[in-house]
T-cell receptor
Framework: DVKVTQSSRYLVKRTGEKVFLECVQD?????MFWYRQDPGLGLRLIYF???????EKGDIPEGYSVSREKKERFSLILESASTNQTSMYLC????????????????FGAGTRLSVL | DAKTTQPPSMDCAEGRAANLPCNHS???????VYWYRQIHSQGPQYIIH???NNETNEMASLIITEDRKSSTLILPHATLRDTAVYYC???????????FGAGTQVVVTP
């Protein structure tokens, strides 16, 4: 079974802190995604990566950056955390479209509930 | 990706079939229909997908109309553990991205 592991289930940080959310997948997937989920707004894509060191902006990249130094690991970085970044953060992975039939089966981690005080 | 429309909520009795509708009237010929669900405080979970034909797996069945403008996810014998938000997504994004809508909150009652 595919396993996507997020490093923390719950996290509490202070405004202005630099925050790292880590995600690791064990299925050699090329694609990895970071979403945030807020009540009434659903899941929104922050960033995704289709290969090591490659990244693409999603729908709401402002205030975030990402790092993908190894294929299995995708990190979300909040350079200076703010209270409006309090949210549930979800990581997902999938095969690259050319290798996947069909191509949009994403496997999700359990999520990290981040509170910024 | 085609826009999908789902009812915001529905109830289902335990042991009965749950039929979840989804409208995707602008779907294009190469867009798959995907269903995911999200149990409270967990990440979304893939259920099933289809293009034209009806599909069945161990979790559910997917019925797609002949004109592909709508589909129905069927949970054949709903259990309390099926209580979740169910998302219907139509997509052929070249990067493999998915657009999640609001979904349908399904509550299975004893």
């Amino acid at each position: 079974d595919v396993k996507v592991t997020q490093s923390s289930r719950y996290l509490v940080k202070r405004t202005g802190e630099k925050v790292f959310l880590e995600c690791v997948q064990d299925m050699d997937h090329e694609n990895m995604f970071w979403y945030r989920q807020d009540p009434g707004l659903g899941l929104r894509l922050i960033y995704f990566s289709y290969d090591v060191k490659m990244k693409e902006k999603g729908d709401i990249p402002e205030g975030y950056s990402v790092s993908r130094e190894k294929k299995e690991r995708f990190s979300l970085i909040l350079e200076s955390a703010s209270t409006n970044q309090t949210s549930m953060y979800l990581c997902a992975s999938s095969l690259y479209p050319d290798r996947a039939l069909p191509k949009n089966i994403q496997y999700f981690g359990a999520g990290t509930r981040l509170s910024v005080l | 990706d085609a826009k999908t429309t789902q009812p915001p909520s529905m109830d289902c009795a335990e042991g009965r079939a749950a039929n979840l509708p989804c409208n995707h009237s602008t779907i294009s010929g190469n867009e798959y229909v995907y269903w995911y669900r999200q149990i409270h405080s967990q990440g979304p979970q893939y259920i099933i997908h289809g293009l034209k034909n009806n599909e069945t797996n161990e979790m559910a069945s997917l019925i797609i109309t002949e004109d592909r403008k709508s589909s129905t996810l069927i949970l054949p014998h709903a259990t309390l553990r099926d209580t979740a938000v169910y998302y219907c997504i139509a997509s052929t994004d070249s990067w493999g991205k998915l657009q999640f809508g609001a979904g349908t909150q399904v509550v299975v009652t004893p």
